[in-house]
């Protein structure tokens, strides 16, 4: 999977390694993953520097919406990303 993440619970921490063709769906999983783990609290770390984005405008637009979603149900974390050299204006505005 190219979307793989590690969560330290005593460290209050999120790691994401993204490597790979990365698509909407692998994210929303994610965020899904971090919610039935109750870890969207803890600081996040997302290194996407060796993905490839493969989504459409529209399916960035309605990542964010979901996220937006998230945080109405539980306060979010800091995150730090590392985008993708190629296309990293795909997530700027996320």
């Not at 969207?40 to 490839?52: A, N, Q």
Request: proline letters at 6%; a negative charge; charged letters at 25%.
């Amino acid at each position: 999977m190219p979307v793989q993440w590690t969560i330290e619970p005593d460290r209050d921490l999120v790691t994401v390694v993204a490597d790979g063709e990365v698509t909407h769906s692998e994210l929303v999983a994610m965020v899904d993953g971090l919610r039935q783990r109750d870890a969207h609290g803890y600081r996040k770390l997302y290194d996407g520097g060796r993905s490839i984005m493969r989504m459409t405008q529209d399916e960035v637009l309605l990542l964010g919406v979901y996220m937006r979603a998230e945080h109405a149900r539980s306060p979010m974390g800091p995150m730090a990303a590392i985008l993708p050299e190629e296309n990293p204006e795909i997530l700027a505005r996320l």
